[in-house]
């Protein structure tokens, strides 16, 4: 008796003799129709599922099985290596191919035969970039070519701080670009604003102020690390800076586009907001999120730029390029980069290096600018047809705050806001009411209104979310 | 009076007039010797330092500095960009460049002219693989394959789970290699095993028996998590699995490589654990970090294997290709997965989407396999020079441990490692003490010795660590 033998022949197969590899012989019946390889496929999902095919079980030798099916050797050789990758089988050398132990139960949930129920026709949720716009050429090219270029010691275990040529690029984008007044040395690359916040919040004493309006996710942040978010009024020139609470000694904000509510922060209260900085030994957090999408007119400098020493910018690549490459950076004030590195330990626990090298290129090369004003026009285009179809149609609601970023608010009458997302579900739009981002603790009461993402639909599918859209407020306001 | 007038002009300079272009003249005075470029970047962030050239000043235009002083005009405009990406210089279309405002306060700290301190001439430090041979051609190859292949949804907010192309290839992967039993639905990919265990540390109950040898900074994630790791003995065969305290109800083990005194956990052993953590509702944390590298036979697979319910399997990039690819995987039972994405979160924000799909591909198209098979024949012989070197010229020392991953264990007598360190330290050598691994609440006292890891160092310097190390032991040990 080989060690062949005692493999468990298949359950319910019409062949029991090994095959001529040594596997056992395999009983499939193929439907007549579809790619060989897809029916073949199934047919061994199928088996395994049922429990005819045991885990363990040598499968045959693809040529003998091809023979057998009266198949190609390829489309058999593919079908193993799906199920492989699938983890219904295995395949290790010297011992060929064989059903996964606990394949059939552990594998089963996850392929689940019926039809995934149907999304949402149209995303208009907040925050998400054109995925389909990513730069695949010119990203592909930067990171050839980083790749190439990097020195040796790149690959070696990475320094906290980040990349040094990725800070040197930043700097000069920064500075350039959204008025930002610092060097390489003051920056430190992260993961995103979330990975930046975490790692702000210990560091600051415990009570904050914070827009009235914001991102519940950020203030889950805050409550996560001890700190108290205190809300601050938030009116159309942005965060209201003569209510910022007295035992506040930080102070987030985002001064080139209130998130969500769309105000930019009046020129008096920057001012104001630095003197109070100054004047309390406070930090100011600046989450530049959309700084880069004005469309109006020319993007207003960072807040950062009146006083480096008292304000902690934050940026990423999650609004400007994709959130699928976890890069983001802080710009810290001199005595907060060494406490930050603290908290960030000896090395660099997220940030890829490969990207980081890969983005100081984009940058450097011009690719990054020629991305932003691409998506700045395409931008630009969509908010002005909601706007437009909005003002035409349903005259009676206004599209509120400053031309920029990536969502625009739709202002509601009271009491319609529950109304009108319970119509945008049924007309299979995915989209958040403006209530949900008003802090549960600021005293005065929340607007009503829609926060609608206009980036993420595919090109050819927005005038369909926009006429949707139309629909349901036009539903709701007319009643 | 143009705006142009009321720029600050260069204090100290000896021309005052508006270059041709607009911006200030500049008085510079460059050392005869040295590249044109290098010398006028050198003088102009003097200028700075100094605060000749104040915050705001706008500098002239580089065709025009060049006819000043003589020089190629691409001299001084790589000059200039090299100052406007260090930070002190910012450059706007339409305004010129200007002297940084308050580039002389912050960048002077960053820019020491002292030269860097010099650092040991040979880095044995364990647990780091050879950043020489990070495959870049390969990986290049990959990363634009799958950038071109990717579908765009890729591009969005990332599931926290991981690509399904990356969990796939893992699944197929850690089966054949590894032995690892799973399908792509048990995996969620990390940035690495420390981001792994910080996942799993809060989710388990608070009692953790780990090897009274390990990683200090592992031990600290369990304390920061406000789990109590308890030491459990380690011995010639790995971990004593007869004695895991009776509260422990997680079990952190490395058993193909115990780390880091080299022992493979015996097979008696491993199935103890297993029985151990059946018995008692416990889990094991399976941390392979070096799994693949085994020189004198083929590795051993994965306790996982065993018992796939009761095992939390870990792996990374870290040793295999490269730190600086924040990647890392964790194979888990059924009820482990949904509590570890949810506290992931409900995006990913950690792991690049980018890199996921590169190493979805690097193995697949058998890359990985080619990388891991290379590293393992040039490991092995650097591992096998290093025992030999020490056996004919110390022969009273011992290299323990099996013959596998990225570093050794010289044993010492007692009484001798603290002296070993200091003469390794003045031998320009970078390595720790076998004593600094060990718990410091374990009853059994500490083994002394070295642990020499031998991946690092560039292959035409390993021959000179080997030999500076074999007399740093020759002379401790003879006295």
Known sequence: MTSDDTDTAPRGGTGTAPGPGGGADLHLELPPHGARRTVLAQALREAVRSGRLA?????????????????????????????????WFTARQGSGTRV????????APAAPAAPAPAGPRHDLLQGKPDPAAFPRGAWSTSARRALAEAPTEAFGPGDPRGRPELRRALAAYLSRARGVRTGPENIIVCSGFANGLRLLAPLRPRDWAVEEYGLPFHHGILDAAGVHPHPVPVD?????????????????????????????????????????????????????????FRYDRKPVGAVQGLDPGHVAYAGSLSKSLSPAVRLGWLVLPDDLVGQVLTAKGQRESWASALDQ???????????????????????????????????????????TGISAGLHAVVDLPPGTEQAALAAARTAGLSLDGLSSYHHPSAPTPAREGLVVGYAAPPQAAFGRAVEALVGVVRGVVRG
Not at 65 to 75: P, Q
Not at 100 to 107: C, I, K, L, S, V
């Open 236 to 292: 159309e020139d942005g965060a209201r800076t003569d209510r910022i609470p007295a035992l506040a000694r930080t102070l987030l904000l985002t001064p080139a586009h209130q998130f969500p509510t769309g105000a930019r922060l009046l020129s008096a209260r920057r001012a104001e907001a630095v003197e109070w900085a100054r004047g309390t030994g406070g930090l100011i957090v600046e989450d530049d999120y959309d700084g880069e």
């Open 55 to 87: 885990g363990g079980t040598r499968l045959p030798p693809y040529r003998a099985l091809a023979a057998d099916l009266g198949l190609a050797r390829n489309a058999v050789a593919d079908a193993y290596a799906e199920l492989v990758a699938e983890g």
């Open 357 to 399: 090298l890969a983005l100081a290129d984009f940058i450097e090369c011009g690719a990054y600018d020629r991305h932003i004003r691409r998506m700045r026009q395409r931008y630009r285009t969509r908010r002005d047809r909601l706007a437009e179809a909005l003002a035409s149609r349903v005259p009676e609601v206004r599209v």
């Open 100 to 107: 996964a132990e606990g394949a059939a139960t552990a594998a």
